[in-house]
């Protein structure tokens, strides 16, 4: 009566650590990215009456006789199975689809959650809403490409303070030249490029019918182009030439130059213009010197009709402000600027374990890890088995109510089986103690 007595306690001790548990689950059931735990039971201690004996001559043996001792908690295991998915609208917001837990970090520790709940504070830099914890990832150098060999940093996305510019590397033409015009006529067309500091250049091109040009046994109609640039002090000076054969269809067929009436065909990116310092006269600062691009001629034609030069496109770009950013499904993050160019700025760092069950919970959504756990391994998404991003959304808590209910029930029940146990036993040592009276 006495072991049955504690053994119910034992139980109730079990069932109260349970319904904790439960409790916890269901209180966490809207908290992001929160992982449900459950309890596992094992039996306790058992008194062995009588011991286990081998079959003898005449005896068939017999097996232990074992009285258990009640019942305690094996283990309390996190599930870090997958939560559904919410959208947000919220560019700062990430969600991992797969393993793999966000990196957060004071400078000193590191900490490890799946809550994505993030922003950005006064100096650009990407934290954790709740804890200002600094998330940690990659950043990429001055061309957009990420430094995924160096360490994880913490990442900056500085949304109205960074500028960049693009200088221009090709200008593409369009347009025709008169086929009936007569030798000596002239067309002009003034377009604008950018150079490595922004600075917005024009550059005056004017095309100047010439003689029929023989080249490879063939002729073929010719025009002469040349491009002036003037400076800041009014100076005009010749920044690239060249000569365009066109064949009687009015398609362009070579680019080359002309010496003593001789023409001599080159590649097609070497019709370029090279601005040098020198040419741009006296200014306070100079971009890369020379400041060049490739004229592109591919789309010219000669056909009879009026002269009518246009620039198509130039890939160049004055000074832009970083104005949005977004955030791929490899957590490569994008800087949208204010004159239209995006660049890579960093990207999002995930670390992967050993066994992700043995972290330990910190409270904020937080894991650290554990000699359990095994290091982190910090890298790239979709790398290493560490699943992949979304931005603009949260992972909800993986916590199945249903499921938590039908548990709070069971554990009820077992309390209560429990708790009759112990009133059992208690009413029967009353009837022991009666005895004496």
Known sequence: MGSALFTGVTALIANQRRLDVIASNISNVNTTGYKGSTVQFQDLFSQTLSGARAPVEGFGGSNPSQVGLGVQVGSIDVDHGQGSMSSTGKESDLAIEGAGMFVLSDGNIERYTRDGSFKLNADGQLIHGGTGLFVQGFLADEDGVIQDTASPENIEIPVGAQSIVSATREARLV?????????????????????????????????????????????????????????????????????????????????????????????????????????????????????????????????????????ESQDGFGRGTLESFTIGRDGVINGVFTNGLTRTIGQVGLASFSNVAGLERMGENMFRDTPASGSPQVGLPNTGGRGQVSGGVLEGSNVDLSREFSELITTQRAFQANARTISASDELLQETVNLGR
């Open 175 to 311: 347009g025709n030249l008169d086929s009936d015009a007569p030798v000596g006529t002239t067309a002009t067309r003034t377009i604008e490029v950018y150079d490595s500091l922004g600075t917005k250049r024009e550059v005056t091109l004017t095309f100047e019918k010439r003689s029929p040009q023989e080249y490879d046994g063939v002729n073929y109609n010719s025009w002469e182009w040349q491009a002036n640039f003037t400076n800041k002090e009014g100076e005009t000076q010749d920044i690239g030439s060249g000569t365009i054969l066109f064949d009687n269809n009015g398609d362009k067929a070579f680019e080359g130059t002309m010496v003593d009436d001789e023409f001599t065909a080159r590649p097609e990116d070497e019709a370029h213009i090279a601005i040098t310092s020198d040419q741009l006269g006296d200014l306070e600062s100079f971009p890369v010197d020379p400041f060049e691009f490739r004229l592109n001629l591919t789309r010219m034609t000669e056909l009879s009709s009026s002269s009518d030069v246009n620039l």
